[in-house]
């Protein structure tokens, strides 16, 4: 029976491991060592590890819901883990960098909205600072008159009394 993707997985360790002779090709990941598991993983966006060691049923084993999503190509960005844990690796590495987009996205939105915040902050102080000093909106608040004056125990009587 042929091995499929055998002379993909001579490139790999040729190219991965000059120095080491080909092992036998895997039958489960698991027969690998570790260094041979996570280059593997990286290998070609993860494509060999899936056609390697994935289901032979693409999907097969997966949530109903991330199996319809992935049928559909509607894959989402948290869907990474199942699709690792079954190994289908090339879509797992591709929901990672989706939900990498999606994080850049939402802290590039949320920069912009503090930046234009902090803008209109220090119009408003510029305003206020460039208001003479004797304009109404200046002056005190009674409250805050009332309560600077408890702070500072001024009551309004001679010190003397």
């Known amino acids: 029976m ?10 790999f360790c040729q ?13 489960q990941k698991s027969e690998l060592p570790f260094t041979y598991q996570l280059a593997l993983d990286e290998w070609n966006e993860g494509k060999l590890s899936q056609n390697l060691f ?13 199996a319809l999503r992935l049928q559909q190509n509607a894959l989402l960005p948290t869907d ?11 879509y797992a590495n591709q929901c990672d960098e989706a939900a990498a987009r999606t994080d850049a ?7 912009r909205l503090s930046a234009e915040r902090a803008a209109q902050e220090a119009k408003a102080r510029a305003e206020f600072a460039a208001l003479p000093l004797g304009h109404p909106a200046k002056a005190p608040s009674p409250e ?18």
């Open 2 to 11: 042929p091995q499929l993707h055998l002379e993909e997985w001579v490139k």
């Open 54 to 66: 994935a289901s032979k049923t693409t999907g097969a084993g997966l949530p109903a819901d991330v």
């Open 80 to 90: 990474g883990d199942v699709l690792r844990k079954a190994n289908l690796t090339f």
């Open 144 to 161: 805050q008159i009332a309560q600077t004056r408890e702070q500072w125990g001024i009551t309004g009587r001679p010190s003397w009394d």
């Open 105 to 111: 996205v939402a802290l590039e939105k949320a920069a």
């Open 15 to 27: 190219a991965t491991f000059p120095d080491k002779s080909v092992p036998p090709y895997p039958a």
